[in-house]
């Protein structure tokens, strides 16, 4: 089994038959420290981006997806299909992302 599995946002894979083996999620939530929040903060004052938090949801991104790729192969699976992100605020700080899809082994 290898670790690079195919993870994709359609709902299937070209010319690929599989059965599918069940849902798959990798969740994780972040924050920043409180000095990055302090810059963020200011930067709120005047407006642009806050690349503090634009860093943290692409690594929360990344982790989720990890996660994700890990759920399935240990499910035993050749890829996920469907594959999609939901992400939410926990207070002021704190943001929590979650990658889900559907867990697929291929059929000869």
């Keep these: 089994m290898t670790n690079q599995i195919l993870i994709t946002t359609t709902e ?7 059965e599918v083996l069940g849902e798959v999620f990798g969740l994780t939530t972040q924050s920043k420290n409180v000095f990055k929040n302090i810059g963020a903060s200011l930067k709120n004052v005047v407006g642009g981006e806050i690349r503090a938090y634009t ?7 990344d982790v989720a997806i990890d996660r994700l790729r890990q ?15 939901d992400s939410g605020s926990i207070g002021t700080d704190m943001q929590s992302v979650a990658a889900y899809g559907t867990a697929v082994k291929y059929i000869d």
């Design 55 to 61: 860093e943290m949801m692409t690594e929360s991104r």
């Design 71 to 85: 759920n399935a192969i240990e499910m035993g699976a050749d890829a996920v299909v469907m594959m999609r992100f």
């Design 12 to 18: 299937s894979i070209p010319g690929k038959h599989y």
